[in-house]
């Protein structure tokens, strides 16, 4: 990743309006802000969701609050608290969330 053209700047996440997208189960809100080519998120799971789709974009996301369970196509599932990350190239591994007891991240793609 190459981010040029990018003046310093803050984002005050709260003054970010949030949308709503459902999953198989639960909820997800997103607050998004686009810098060129770059996407950044603050997203919150609320408890009981589950994806409804495989993931192939790549993303760098950091689990801020809350526990996620991100399960990749080939059965693998991994736990991410507060201050775990992972990162994952696009088309590199389909991947899925999902939470029991809600979350909230920081996510780059």
């Given at each position: 990743m190459q981010i040029s053209s990018l003046p310093f700047?803050?984002?005050d996440w709260s003054q970010v309006e949030a949308t709503e997208h459902p999953g198989e189960s639960g909820l997800a809100y997103w607050r998004t802000r686009h810098f060129g080519d770059i996407r950044v998120r603050m997203v919150e799971y609320t408890p009981g969701y589950l994806a409804d789709h495989w993931c192939v974009k790549g993303h760098i996301l950091l689990c801020i609050?809350?526990?996620l369970i991100t399960e990749l196509e080939d059965g693998r599932k991994f736990t991410l608290k507060p201050g775990v990350s992972y990162q994952v190239a696009d088309n590199a591994e389909p991947h899925r969330?999902?939470?029991a007891l809600g979350a909230r991240l920081f996510i780059v793609d």
């Open positions: 700047g803050t984002t609050e809350g526990e969330s999902s939470t």
